[in-house]
Protein backbone atom coordinates (compact mmCIF):
# COMPACT_ATOMS: atom_id res chain seq x y z
CA UNK A 1 0.00 0.00 0.00
CA UNK A 2 1.45 3.38 -0.91
CA UNK A 3 0.91 6.21 1.51
CA UNK A 4 -0.40 9.11 0.65
CA UNK A 5 1.25 12.58 1.53
CA UNK A 6 -1.03 15.03 2.69
CA UNK A 7 0.52 19.20 2.89
CA UNK A 8 -0.64 22.30 5.06
CA UNK A 9 0.86 24.99 3.02
CA UNK A 10 0.77 28.85 3.71
CA UNK A 11 0.75 31.38 0.72
CA UNK A 12 1.44 35.22 0.50
CA UNK A 13 1.08 38.11 -1.86
CA UNK A 14 4.68 40.12 -2.89
CA UNK A 15 3.78 42.42 0.00
CA UNK A 16 3.39 39.81 2.66
CA UNK A 17 0.16 41.79 3.38
CA UNK A 18 -2.39 38.87 3.63
CA UNK A 19 -1.57 35.28 4.36
CA UNK A 20 -3.75 31.91 3.04
CA UNK A 21 -3.68 28.49 4.89
CA UNK A 22 -4.85 25.76 2.79
CA UNK A 23 -4.84 21.90 2.68
CA UNK A 24 -3.95 19.58 -0.56
CA UNK A 25 -3.06 16.13 -1.22
CA UNK A 26 -0.79 17.17 -4.02
CA UNK A 27 1.08 20.33 -3.26
CA UNK A 28 2.74 21.23 -6.65
CA UNK A 29 -0.37 20.77 -8.90
CA UNK A 30 -2.51 23.10 -6.00
CA UNK A 31 0.28 26.31 -5.88
CA UNK A 32 0.47 25.70 -9.60
CA UNK A 33 -3.54 26.42 -9.60
CA UNK A 34 -3.08 28.94 -7.15
CA UNK A 35 -0.12 30.74 -9.10
CA UNK A 36 -2.45 30.75 -12.85
CA UNK A 37 -5.10 32.27 -10.67
CA UNK A 38 -7.02 28.76 -11.44
CA UNK A 39 -8.21 28.87 -8.22
CA UNK A 40 -11.34 31.62 -7.95
CA UNK A 41 -12.38 33.22 -4.39
CA UNK A 42 -10.01 34.25 -1.71
CA UNK A 43 -6.59 33.37 -3.04
CA UNK A 44 -7.09 35.23 -6.62
CA UNK A 45 -8.99 38.48 -5.43
CA UNK A 46 -5.36 38.91 -3.30
CA UNK A 47 -3.00 37.70 -5.76
CA UNK A 48 -1.74 34.95 -3.41
CA UNK A 49 0.50 33.21 -5.23
CA UNK A 50 3.76 32.67 -3.31
CA UNK A 51 4.48 29.54 -1.24
CA UNK A 52 5.97 30.51 1.87
CA UNK A 53 5.55 27.36 4.04
CA UNK A 54 4.47 23.72 4.40
CA UNK A 55 4.17 20.81 5.79
CA UNK A 56 3.68 17.61 5.30
CA UNK A 57 1.49 14.42 7.13
CA UNK A 58 0.60 11.14 5.94
CA UNK A 59 -3.08 11.16 7.53
CA UNK A 60 -5.78 13.69 5.67
CA UNK A 61 -7.17 14.33 9.23
CA UNK A 62 -4.25 15.57 10.41
CA UNK A 63 -3.55 17.52 7.82
CA UNK A 64 -7.09 19.43 8.51
CA UNK A 65 -6.75 19.28 11.68
CA UNK A 66 -3.14 21.46 11.20
CA UNK A 67 -5.12 24.03 9.34
CA UNK A 68 -7.56 24.49 11.08
CA UNK A 69 -5.02 25.00 14.17
CA UNK A 70 -2.96 27.44 11.98
CA UNK A 71 -5.76 29.42 10.73
CA UNK A 72 -7.13 30.09 14.13
CA UNK A 73 -3.60 31.41 14.70
CA UNK A 74 -2.51 34.92 15.29
CA UNK A 75 -1.03 36.74 12.64
CA UNK A 76 2.43 36.95 14.70
CA UNK A 77 2.18 33.54 15.49
CA UNK A 78 1.55 32.15 11.99
CA UNK A 79 4.70 34.71 11.08
CA UNK A 80 7.10 32.59 14.10
CA UNK A 81 5.97 29.28 12.09
CA UNK A 82 6.96 31.25 8.55
CA UNK A 83 10.53 32.19 9.64
CA UNK A 84 11.34 29.03 11.49
CA UNK A 85 11.24 27.44 8.54
CA UNK A 86 11.60 30.07 5.72
CA UNK A 87 13.72 33.04 7.18
CA UNK A 88 13.92 34.96 4.29
CA UNK A 89 10.41 34.22 3.26
CA UNK A 90 11.04 33.43 0.00
CA UNK A 91 8.83 31.53 -2.51
CA UNK A 92 9.12 27.85 -1.80
CA UNK A 93 7.40 26.81 -5.51
CA UNK A 94 10.83 25.99 -7.46
CA UNK A 95 12.23 23.89 -4.50
CA UNK A 96 9.18 21.59 -4.57
CA UNK A 97 8.75 21.31 -8.29
CA UNK A 98 12.72 20.36 -8.99
CA UNK A 99 12.06 17.37 -6.61
Known amino acids: ?????????????????????GVT?????????????????????????QLIYYEVTDSPLSAIEREKQIKDYRRSKKLDLIIRQNPAQNDLYDSITSN
Not at 1 to 21: A, D, E, G, W
Not at 38 to 49: A, S
Open 1 to 21: MINKQYYIYILTNTRHSVFYT
Open 25 to 49: NNLVRRIYEHKHKLVKGFTEKYNLD
